[in-house]
């Protein structure tokens, strides 16, 4: 059996299996699977996904003023993470508000 020094981007598990690779239009990346929460996920998520308790502590910083790369430093995540994690909220805030209006 295989581990890495990795975590599970769901529950945050380092019982991280290889399981063969996914084919993209460009490349093919490695594919893992956690043995916690049965998630598979390639190693690039791990650069914009954050766990659903990193998100929720992203935003509980964000409200107490934090800045998007001191919370980066705080999580240990890359700040594209944050990034990505406020696009995705914002995102779901705009689908919601504009599907309201119909
Ligand atoms: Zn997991």
Redesign the pocket.
């Known amino acids: 059996m295989l581990y890495f020094h990795m975590q599970?981007i769901?529950?945050?598990?380092n019982k991280i299996v290889k399981n063969g690779f996914k084919k993209l239009k460009t490349a093919k990346v490695q594919k893992y699977k956690?043995q916690?929460?049965n998630?598979y996920f390639t190693g690039a998520e791990k650069f914009h996904h954050l766990t659903e308790n990193q998100k929720r502590q992203v935003f509980m910083l964000l409200d107490q003023g934090y800045k998007k790369h001191h919370i980066a430093k705080e999580l240990g995540v890359y700040l594209r993470a944050i990034q990505y994690c406020i696009e995705m909220e914002n995102k779901k805030e705009e689908d919601y508000s504009s599907s309201s209006n119909v």
């Open positions: 599970c769901k529950c945050g598990s956690c916690d929460c998630k």
